[in-house]
Structure formats: C-alpha cells, structure tokens
C-alpha cells in the first residue's frame, strides 16, 4: 500500500502536469507532447487506449530505447502506464535546444542529404531488427550545428526479423540512393535483394542488402 504522502506527492504532480498538458508542444491522432515538470525533458501522452494503437505505450518506448543507444533518439526516462491503459506516456530527453525541423510542410518528407541521412539511420535500426516507418518531417529532427538527424515518435514501429528485416534494410537502402540522386542503383539493388527473397534465399538476400547499405552509409554529400 503507497503511503498518504506518496499519494499527495502524486495528486500534486499530476496537477502540474495538467496545466504544462493544457500548453503542449505538439498534438497528433494518437498522443500529445508537453513540458515535463522535470526540467530537460518531455512527455508523450497517449489520448486513448493503448490496445487500439498500433503500439502500446511500453513497446514504442523499448524501440524508441534501441534507437537512443545508437545516438540516433531521444533518450527514454520513465514508463507511466494507468489502469485501462488511457493516459499512458513516455517521458524522455528534450533535445529541441540543439536540434530544428527542416522542410516548408511538416507532413512533407525529408528530401536531399536530409534524406540520405535518414535512411541511413532507418538502416542502422534495421540491422537492430528495428522497422520505423512515418518518417516525414515532423518526426525527424536535425542537430543545428551539423544536421545529423534525430528520430521521434515510434508509435508505428515493429520488431523485424529474417525476410522481413531484409526488406526493411533494402528499402532505407533503396530509398537513400534515390535521394543521393543515383536512382538506376536504386532499382538494381532493390530488384536484386527481392529476387532473391522470392527464391527463398534469405541469407543471399541479407548479404547483398548489407552490401548495398555499406556503400549508402559512405555517401556524406550529394551535388
């Protein structure tokens, strides 16, 4: 049983909370994002209930967590889940002091070098058995002394593994040599890794998908 003063400490908490809510940084279909009490961090809340996202709170919370160990993603700080499930929310690093959004349209795409980069890091994840999908601009964030991206929002995200994590490898792959402007790769990489898929030959398909991300993550400039 919590003790009288936990419960107050609680009670207090949450009101704070409620008004730093009533202001948020930023509101989706599924989820709100506001200033924690805690200073240096946010908190993503959901609006609903986690069994009817596609995620629940706890499991896009663990992705997001792979993604913080690359360096690629804001650093998860707590877990709070509430009976029923309505009201979950991560809690995590608040990285806007160093990072800016880039594109006119924040459900546009990154495009260029941004792009590049992105895929790149979508590749990292997929070697980490991670598929993130949702990528447009207003989910990616970029260092503003170097423009190194930074991933937010895991809420569509799987766990991928044998021709399911080639595929996800394959397409940032794919996907990052059309934005380096070298699209006849693009198609001769993507057509090769699905031949082989379709024959069955997943280890074969691996082996070129990883070959193929090798070269994109040297790709530092585009003209």
């Known amino acids: 049983m919590r003790k009288a003063g936990d419960l107050i400490s609680e009670y207090l908490r949450e009101g704070r909370l409620a008004e730093k809510r009533s202001s948020p940084i ?14 240096g961090n946010v908190i993503k809340q959901r609006l609903g209930d986690d069994q009817y996202d596609y995620n629940t709170t706890k499991q896009e919370a663990d992705l997001q967590a792979i993604a913080a160990e690359l360096g690629i993603a804001p ?7 509430f009976p029923g499930g309505v009201g979950n929310r ?22 260029g070098i941004d792009a590049v980069r992105v ?16 990528r447009h601009n207003g989910n990616v964030l970029y260092n503003k002394m170097t423009g190194r991206p930074h991933q937010i929002d895991f809420g ?13 490898l394959a397409e940032a792959t794919a996907n990052g040599f059309t934005a380096a402007g070298i699209e006849d790769v693009a198609d001769i990489y993507r057509a090769t890794v699905y031949d082989l898929l379709a024959g ?12 193929g991300f090798s070269r994109l993550q ?4 585009i003209v």
Not at 119 to 134: E, F, S, Y
């Open 218 to 221: 040297k790709i530092k400039h």
């Open 90 to 111: 991560i809690e995590m690093a608040d990285i806007r002091p160093n990072f800016e959004t880039h594109g006119a349209s924040y459900r546009g795409f990154p495009q």
């Open 26 to 39: 930023g509101t989706g279909a599924n989820g709100v994002v506001f200033d924690s009490d805690v200073t």
């Open 75 to 81: 650093k998860v700080a707590a877990v709070e889940t």
């Open 156 to 168: 569509i995200a799987d766990r991928v593994s044998g021709a399911d994590q080639v595929q996800a």
């Open 119 to 134: 895929n790149q890091q979508l590749g990292q994840l997929a070697l980490k058995g991670v598929d993130l999908a949702d």
């Open 200 to 211: 069955g030959d997943v280890d074969d398909a691996m082996d070129i998908a990883k070959q």
